[in-house]
């Protein structure tokens, strides 16, 4: 398993690379460019050629890709062109929030999309089945903004019972050790700090959490009926064993299969939900980051980001390969 | 008193927007202690569906089950879904046709054996592992403690269909129903199991129903034939009287059918003509009779009833006659 995982990290790196290149041709093809944004009103030719010439933007692609690498993999992305902070600097305050908000969606996704799949499946063509498929068109349909702004309106501006934006109450005064709001709370033993931000976690996860909850039920609902036909369940039938039982280890273990592939997807397509629910909670992640970088063509901040989204996206699937081969025997490599 | 008694067993499946459909249709047999009892036809003719109905195995919600089935005296159609469930696996065996799809991929093949033990025998896992050890061994499979921790895929197909049998078997059942147990197996291998199934309940008061649709399977192990066809038995006899002289024109068609090594060369296998339809026309006169070369104008008109006849069950308005049988056949038709 040990070999499998090492293997896996080491065609990351070529992946990465490859995206690299691209990213940067990418970039740097879109009309306009960082220094005419910078710019704005004041624009000549004249003060953008000094200004490419400052943040070195005259030089020739491949030698700025070589130097770009070259830094890379010291840890050095460069430094923003809107703020001027270090690349790296500017991530890692929006990074935490993102990722906690992500991480509880797809949980959420996760512990009630499984269960509620499975219900549906086992009442199949009955009432809560068809109801459950009607939900999940609906899931999957709602835009996660739409969702979003719905949740807090009725939640916060008129029940008034959840906070309607942002991660933390400031006047909560929590102490920051590793970003994630939740984590740190526990970490200085500040309770009310990790249930306000628990609190604000709510509605921005619920309104993630739509779509790939959505996926995920419908993925299980099927896989469980495929499953269900299936000869070994009929086996497992012939040997009287009692119906929990054979739903465990002989139904949902093989059901899940398609499910792990399932939630390794959805939590690659979960950051593209983060940044709009991230403007609709005003929660201060990387959403805000990506945007306004991608308004001012702030190269090296993209870079970094567009890397960092695709790295955790191998490593999310990494982690359902190895799930998939801790389910299932036959996908073991020997 | 019987092992088993089936009177009059039904199964009609019923779908959505789609007209009833009548598997099984007034079967009775009965099976003795020890005896091996052969249910015998084409695809289709339902000896699959019977030892699903005896084994309470078919859908609740599609399938309509009627008729009794008495195991020891005891009406399983009454019991409970949990008196049933206690049942099976401990009274009632079965081993299955494919092996592979018949085992669970994702789980070692000890448990598959010792989560049997456990819920009938009662037995903690590591007794049960010994158990399983032991069964494995006995079923013929070679370094049984390795195989316990191995996974279905990494067995062979007669290692498969062995596994399988010694979970049918380990709870010592007195019944145990062997559906086409060799079908998707090599002919080799073929051979090797259906010898370990003659050995295991050989001596034993487990008694077996062996359903195939191998005539070659049934000369070999079984004391009593039934064939059925459309759902219906249409000849019962003992295997010897069966294969001497068949005598309904099906069951006389299928032992014609089968290749022979002692046939001349270039004879032609003798096929029974068309196959059997979806719905089976009973109540019409004879289902067989649009693929019989002895019909005659009654067959289609009257249905004909399951009747003694010399000394076997026959469902035949014009049966075979023992004179017409072996090379002077194919000039009878």
């Not at chain 1, 959490?209 to 036909?229: F, G, H, K, Q, Y």
Request: with cysteine; hydrophobic share 45%.
């Amino acid at each position: 398993m040990l070999r499998f995982v090492a293997r896996r990290l080491l065609q990351a790196i070529p992946t990465l690379i490859i995206l690299s290149i691209l990213i940067f041709a990418w970039l740097r093809s879109l009309p306009g460019g960082p220094a005419q944004a910078l710019l704005g009103d004041k624009w000549t030719p004249e003060k953008e050629a000094q200004l490419n010439a400052t943040l070195g933007f005259d030089q020739p692609i491949w030698l700025q890709y070589l130097k770009f690498l070259g830094r890379a993999i010291t840890g050095d992305f460069g430094n923003s062109s809107v703020s001027g902070l270090p690349v790296l600097q500017e991530i890692g305050q929006g990074f935490a929030a993102t990722i906690e908000l992500s991480f509880f969606a797809i949980v959420i996704a996760i512990v009630l999309g499984i269960p509620l799949g499975y219900l549906a499946a086992r009442f199949h063509g009955r009432l809560l089945d068809n109801l459950t498929v009607i939900g999940t068109l609906v899931g999957v349909a709602v835009p996660v903004f739409f969702l979003g702004a719905l949740l807090k309106f009725v939640f916060a501006d008129e029940l008034g019972i959840l906070p309607p934006s942002g991660r933390q109450d400031v006047t909560i005064n929590a102490t920051t050790v590793t970003g994630f709001a939740t984590v740190d709370g526990l970490l200085t033993r500040e309770f009310d700090a990790t249930w306000d931000a628990l609190l604000h976690l709510i509605l921005p996860s619920i309104a993630l959490a739509s779509i790939p909850m959505a996926v995920i039920v419908r993925i299980t609902r099927a896989s469980v009926l495929d499953v269900l036909d299936e000869d070994f369940v009929r086996t497992a039938e012939s040997k009287g064993l009692t119906t929990q039982v054979i739903r465990r280890r002989h139904v949902l273990r093989n059901a899940l299969l398609p499910v792990s592939t399932t939630i390794g997807l959805q939590t690659g397509l979960l950051l593209a939900g983060a940044v709009l629910t991230e403007k609709v909670f005003n929660w201060g992640g990387l959403g805000s980051l990506l945007a306004e970088g991608i308004e001012r063509k702030d190269y090296p901040r993209l870079q970094a980001l567009i890397l960092l989204a695709a790295s955790v996206y191998v490593l999310v699937n990494l982690l359902v390969d190895v799930s998939y081969a801790i389910i299932d025997p036959r996908v073991r490599v020997s | 008193m019987a092992l088993l008694e089936v009177r009059d067993l039904s199964v009609v499946f019923s779908r959505k927007g789609q007209s009833p459909f009548s598997a099984v249709d007034g079967v009775s047999f009965s099976v003795q202690p020890g005896q091996t009892v052969g249910l015998v036809g084409e695809s289709g003719c339902g000896k699959s569906v019977t030892s699903l109905a005896i084994m309470g195995l078919l859908p609740r919600r599609s399938a309509r089950v009627g008729g009794s089935v008495a195991f020891e005296g005891t009406e399983l159609f009454s019991l409970s879904d949990k008196e049933m469930r206690d049942r099976r696996g401990k009274d009632l065996g079965m081993v299955f046709q494919d092996p592979l799809s018949s085992l669970n991929p994702v789980v070692p093949i000890g448990l598959q054996v010792t989560e049997v033990l456990e819920r009938h025998r009662g037995m903690a896992r590591k007794q049960a592992r010994a158990e399983a050890t032991e069964l494995l061994n006995k079923v013929g499979i070679p370094d049984p403690t390795r195989r316990l921790s191995e996974y279905p895929h990494q067995l062979s197909g007669g290692m498969r269909q062995r596994a399988l049998i010694a979970i049918a078997l380990a709870c010592r059942p007195r019944l145990l129903i062997a559906d086409e147990p060799t079908t998707a197996l090599d002919v080799t291998i073929q051979a090797q199991i259906l010898s370990l199934l003659k050995e295991l309940v050989a001596g034993t008061e487990t008694a077996l129903i062996m359903i195939t649709h191998d005539l070659g399977v049934v000369a070999g192990l079984c004391d009593e034939v039934n064939v059925l066809y459309g759902g219906r038995i249409v000849e019962r006899a003992e295997r010897h009287e069966l294969f001497a002289a068949p005598r309904h024109p099906y069951t006389h068609g299928l032992l014609d059918s089968i290749p022979r090594l002692d046939a001349a060369r270039g004879e032609k296998l003798s096929p029974i003509r068309g196959s059997v339809a979806d719905n089976i026309p009973w109540d019409g006169g004879c289902a067989f009779a649009p693929r019989c070369p002895n019909a005659l104008r009654t067959c289609v008109e009257v249905t004909p009833e399951l009747e003694w006849h010399e000394g076997r069950l026959l469902r035949c308005h014009n049966p075979v006659q023992p004179a017409a049988l072996g090379v002077g056949s194919k000039e009878a038709r």
